[in-house]
């Protein structure tokens, strides 16, 4: 059974950082496409990052560029969110998308989520 687990959320104030982790298990996804997505409260889940099997190339939003980096380690079948100068709009749910399309932004599995909350 393939399970993504997010870690690493928090309460934290405005301009601090955070770093999210997916742990992925019941699958090797050392050569899938990995990205985050979010949800904020009444709003739509949407995309935030996403790197390549590889780690050569990734992608991002245009509202965390910049401020977030997108990071893997295959060893460990692990991606990362590192997200600095957080700011209150980035306040949401941070979900870890697995097996992902870079063409469509669509992924074959889903985490748990992860709650990010910035407080100004």
């Known amino acids: 059974q393939v399970q993504l687990v997010e870690s690493g959320g928090g309460l934290v104030q405005a301009g601090d950082s955070l770093r999210l982790s997916c742990a992925a298990s019941g699958r090797a996804f050392s050569n899938d496409d990995m990205g985050w997505f979010r949800q904020a409260p009444g709003k739509e889940r949407e995309f935030v990052a996403a790197?390549?099997?590889?780690?050569?190339?990734?992608y991002y939003s245009t509202s965390v560029k910049g401020r977030f980096t997108i990071s893997r380690d295959n060893a460990k079948n692990t991606v990362y969110l590192h997200m600095n100068s957080l700011k209150p709009e980035d306040t949401a749910v941070y979900y870890c998308?697995?097996?992902?399309?870079?063409?469509?932004?669509?992924?074959?599995?889903w985490g748990q989520g992860t709650q990010v909350t910035v407080s100004s």
């Open positions: 790197i390549r099997w590889n780690g050569d190339r990734t």
């Open positions: 998308a697995g097996d992902l399309s870079i063409a469509t932004m669509s992924p074959n599995y």
